[in-house]
Each structure stands twice: as structure tokens, then as C-alpha cells.
């Protein structure tokens, strides 16, 4: 299929959309899901919809399981990233052959909804904030803070969201089992469009987000534990769904669930994962490494049609190992702005930076005229 047809797989805002990063365009079949799947069987059934939506969400857990090689009992959904990076910091916190570890490191660009957890979490579970500076993939930065000892976890960032640097996941998991402290990995702004392998990486748990690259809308989050520490694991705080049995009602008796769905927590919102399931199901069907060919070329084409006063921008080596957004800078960035708005590009700009993400949506016309704004 040409890459022109992959448009009308979306209902898309008018002019050129380049905000993949932030929030990914609606799939038509998204939007027919949630009429057929969550607000269908409310209307025909009211509250005996719950077997059909549990099924739904059993559906997305699989397809989230698919995607990063993981297995379903080990996917868990959450509302967002900050929900279930929360949970699991209370988790390991909690465990006795952690007392002492108190320090939670990442990189000085992750995501500061991240770092608003451990924050949280420092009066009531002890634990500390610690920064890393210089590259991500810098891994003499990580041992220096992890040689001062007391680390608990640290968080890697899978492709950062203001640079679009890739985090070398291997080498930095490696790194945190030589010095016996959990790696965990946010892959908000990578997995749909950078293949993302749980078995392969060994970390202990991954958090990602359905909202951007996935298209499945806000809502529909999700978080990986590796399967053999799960049951050693109690998280704060905990709801009806994260009960072995959520039906069973007895005030007096919680046993936690046998899998990663113990840190689930209460009543889940269902539409979330019904519109998620349907968009994660049409990029496995094209193809992660489909969609990661596509926005390589549109990107490459995209810096070749640039002119010189672009003057932020990656190498050809440097496209190899980043993520799907491109980040740019120019000498004029008010009047490239300007441009960029009244060409109809859906943008966002940090700083003396455009972020421009372009997705399976997209073609190379619509990297032609962004190419242009900066003329």
C-alpha cells in the first residue's frame, strides 16, 4: 500500500498533522470500536456491560503484550504513566532487602510528571530525586551516581521528548544489575514507532501511554512487571481491581491478583482501552518497523529539502538513533512559526525548538511544504 492511502485510515484536523508526539491522529476504527464495543453494549445493557468490557480491556492487555513481547499476565493497564510508576516505587520501596535504598535516578530530560512521583513519594516512602546531566546514553554518568550507593531505581528514558535522543536500554539495564538496583523504562514517546522488546531489554518494568504514537487517545496507559517478581510485590494503593476476584464484594478478604493486575487499583476507565485496543491492533497489522521506515524517510527527506539558516538539526548518523520526532532550530524561528501556522502545520515549538512528528498519516508532500516554511 502506498503511503498516501495510510491517510484515510484517520479522521485528521485540517492542514498537516505533525503532533504525533503529543497526541496521535483518531483511526476510523477507533472511533467505531467505542460506539460498538463500550457505548453499544452500555445502551443495550447497562450495568451487565461489565463481561463485555472486561473482555475488551483482556483484549487490549494482549495487544499491548504483542507489541513489546511481553506475556498478558504481565501487563497491567493504567490511566498514565505517573499511575503506575507511582504504584511500583511503592511497591519495591516497601520490601525489606531494599531498606537503605532511598535514591531514584534519571536523566534531567525525562518526563516531569516522573519526577513529580518520586518527589511525592519522599516524605511518605523516604525516597530522593537524583538528576543525571551530560548525553543519556553518557553510561560514566550513571555509575558515578550509582557508585554513592542508596539507589533504588533508576528510570530510563526510551526516547526523550524535547531532544528525540534513543536511550541505548540495553547497555543501561546491564548497568543497573551490576550495581543490584530495578531499571524501569518510560516508552512514552517511543513504542508505535521504535520497536520496544521487554525480554530482550531485562527490565523490571516498562510504562508507556497509548495517547501519542499508538493514536488510542488519553487514558489508556499501561505498565510491564517482569513476571517473576510480581507476587513479591504489594503496591499503594490498591482498588477492587486489583483483587484476585473484583466481584467478590467481601469488605473483610483481599487477596491481591495472581499477576501484574494487582497494581491496577478501582473502577477502570473502559472507553479508554476500547478506542486503545482498536488503534494498537492497526499499527500491529501495518507494522511497527513499517511505521518506523516511514517516518525515517519522511524525516530524511524532509532535512534534505531544508536551507542553511536551519541550523539545529540531526545528522544523517544522529536520525539513526533518535525517535519519531524531528527537533529543529532555525536563526528566524518567529518567522518560521508564522509560516509553519499559516501553512496549516499542527506543530509545537519548546524553546529555540520545533517539534515535528510525522507518522504513517503522513507523506512526503506534507514534508515538502514544511521543508518550505523555512525558505
Known amino acids: 500500500?502506498?503511503?498516501?492511502?495510510?491517510?484515510?485510515?484517520?479522521?485528521?484536523?485540517?492542514?498537516?498533522?505533525?503532533?504525533?508526539?503529543?497526541?496521535?491522529?483518531?483511526?476510523?476504527?477507533?472511533?467505531?470500536?467505542?460506539?460498538?464495543?463500550?457505548?453499544?453494549?452500555?445502551?443495550?445493557?447497562?450495568?451487565?456491560?461489565?463481561?463485555?468490557?472486561?473482555?475488551s480491556i483482556d483484549?487490549?492487555?494482549?495487544?499491548?503484550?504483542?507489541?513489546?513481547?511481553?506475556?498478558?499476565d504481565e501487563i497491567c493497564p493504567q490511566s498514565n504513566l505517573a499511575s503506575g510508576f507511582s504504584a511500583y516505587l511503592t511497591a519495591i520501596a516497601k520490601l525489606s532487602k531494599n531498606k537503605g535504598k532511598y535514591r531514584v535516578l534519571m536523566h534531567q530530560d525525562a518526563f516531569a510528571s516522573m519526577g513529580f512521583v518520586v518527589s511525592g513519594l519522599a516524605q511518605s516512602y523516604g525516597l530522593e530525586l537524583v538528576l543525571v546531566e551530560d548525553n543519556p546514553n553518557d553510561l560514566s554518568a550513571w555509575t558515578n551516581e550509582l557508585s554513592k550507593g542508596h539507589v533504588l531505581a533508576c528510570l530510563f528514558t526510551h526516547v526523550h521528548s524535547n531532544t528525540s535522543i534513543k536511550s541505548d536500554i540495553v547497555s543501561l539495564v546491564?548497568?543497573?544489575?551490576?550495581?543490584?538496583?530495578?531499571a524501569l523504562v518510560d516508552i512514552a514517546q517511543s513504542v508505535g514507532v521504535v520497536p520496544v522488546d521487554a525480554r530482550i531489554w531485562g527490565a523490571d518494568a516498562i510504562f508507556?501511554?497509548?495517547?501519542?504514537?499508538?493514536?488510542?487517545?488519553?487514558?489508556a496507559g499501561f505498565m510491564f512487571v517482569e513476571a517473576t517478581q510480581i507476587c513479591t510485590l504489594n503496591p499503594d494503593p490498591v482498588g477492587w481491581f486489583s483483587h484476585e476476584n473484583p466481584f467478590e464484594f467481601d469488605i473483610k478478604h483481599y487477596t491481591a491478583a495472581n499477576n501484574?493486575?494487582?497494581?491496577?487499583?478501582?473502577?477502570?476507565?473502559v472507553a479508554s482501552y476500547v478506542t486503545a485496543f482498536a488503534s494498537i491492533n492497526m499499527i500491529l497489522n501495518i507494522g511497527v518497523d513499517q511505521v518506523a521506515l516511514h517516518n525515517l524517510e519522511l524525516k530524511r527527506y524532509l532535512l534534505q529539502r531544508l536551507p542553511s539558516n536551519v541550523t539545529i538539526k540531526p545528522t544523517e548518523d544522529e536520525l539513526h538513533q533518535q525517535g519519531g520526532s524531528l527537533c529543529i532550530g532555525c536563526n528566524?524561528?518567529?518567522?518560521?512559526?508564522?509560516?509553519?501556522?499559516q501553512a496549516g502545520v499542527r506543530y509545537d515549538r519548546r524553546g529555540d525548538i520545533f517539534r515535528l512528528s510525522l507518522h504513517i498519516s503522513n507523506d512526503h508532500d506534507d514534508a515538502e511544504k514544511i521543508a518550505n516554511c523555512f525558505a
Open 1 to 55: 500500500m502506498k503511503a498516501t492511502q495510510y491517510k484515510s485510515y484517520f479522521h485528521l484536523p485540517e492542514g498537516i498533522y505533525a503532533l504525533a508526539h503529543s497526541v496521535g491522529p483518531l483511526p476510523k476504527v477507533s472511533k467505531l470500536a467505542l460506539q460498538n464495543h463500550y457505548l453499544a453494549p452500555w445502551e443495550e445493557l447497562g450495568g451487565d456491560a461489565w463481561p463485555k468490557w472486561l473482555h
Open 59 to 72: 483484549d487490549f492487555c494482549t495487544s499491548i503484550a504483542r507489541l513489546i513481547n511481553a506475556t498478558t
Open 174 to 182: 546491564k548497568l543497573t544489575k551490576e550495581h543490584d538496583t530495578y
Open 208 to 219: 508507556g501511554s497509548c495517547v501519542k504514537w499508538l493514536c488510542g487517545g488519553p487514558g
Open 260 to 269: 501484574a493486575r494487582r497494581f491496577w487499583g478501582g473502577t477502570p476507565s
Open 332 to 341: 528566524d524561528m518567529d518567522g518560521a512559526a508564522t509560516k509553519l501556522t
